[in-house]
């Protein structure tokens, strides 16, 4: 039971996501739809608060010494990678997200659609979307299947 609970956190912290819990979930001997199904929904639980309290949040640590530095890191991150999904709004939030690399994963991607003020429903099922490919992917490759693939990620 254990391995569930961690193979589930860990696909909720930001940077980690699915795509790092994912391969922790199969070395621990989780069958692959359980960890499958067990990542897309932790990895998905952040977004709806993001979505909407992320604005808040930033602009509360703003206001309090030390907090203030990851609020503006926060920012420029999210900045960064606005173009990206901006260009092409809701596909575009939805291959990023997809897109199996550190720093394009749903904690960014809701990040991007927030501070874009993208429709909030659009970007939750863009995210969930794009988490749903990654997962298909990492999922795939941690269990062997695309395995001869992996010298490419």
Same mark, same amino acid.
């Given at each position: 039971?254990?391995?569930?609970?961690?193979?589930?956190?860990?696909?909720?912290?930001?940077?980690?996501?699915?795509? *790092?819990?994912?391969?922790?979930? &199969?070395?621990? =001997? $989780?069958?692959?739809?359980?960890?499958?199904? /067990?990542?897309?929904? +932790?990895?998905?639980?952040?977004?709806?608060?993001?979505?909407?309290?992320?604005?808040?949040?930033?602009?509360?640590?703003?206001?309090?010494?030390?907090?203030?530095?990851?609020?503006?890191?926060?920012?420029?991150?999210?900045?960064?990678?606005? *173009?990206?999904?901006?260009?092409? &709004?809701?596909? =575009? $939030?939805?291959?990023?997200?997809?897109?199996? /690399?550190?720093?394009? +994963?749903?904690?960014?991607?809701?990040?991007?659609?927030?501070?874009?003020?993208?429709?909030?429903?659009?970007?939750?099922?863009?995210?969930?979307?794009?988490?749903?490919?990654?997962?298909?992917?990492?999922?795939?490759?941690?269990?062997?299947?695309?395995?001869?693939?992996?010298?490419?990620?």
């Amino acid at each position: 039971m254990i391995k569930y609970l961690y193979t589930f956190f860990i696909s909720m912290l930001p940077i980690v996501e699915l795509r *790092g819990a994912i391969p922790v979930g &199969a070395a621990s =001997g $989780l069958p692959w739809y359980i960890n499958y199904l /067990l990542c897309c929904v +932790g990895n998905m639980l952040p977004v709806p608060v993001i979505l909407f309290f992320v604005e808040y949040v930033l602009n509360f640590m703003k206001k309090i010494r030390h907090l203030d530095k990851i609020a503006y890191w926060v920012e420029e991150k999210a900045e960064k990678y606005k *173009g990206q999904v901006t260009k092409y &709004a809701t596909w =575009g $939030l939805l291959l990023f997200v997809a897109v199996p /690399l550190p720093g394009t +994963g749903a904690w960014t991607g809701s990040l991007v659609a927030a501070f874009i003020k993208m429709n909030k429903k659009t970007a939750f099922l863009s995210v969930l979307g794009g988490v749903l490919i990654a997962g298909v992917i990492i999922t795939l490759i941690s269990y062997g299947v695309l395995g001869f693939l992996s010298f490419l990620l």
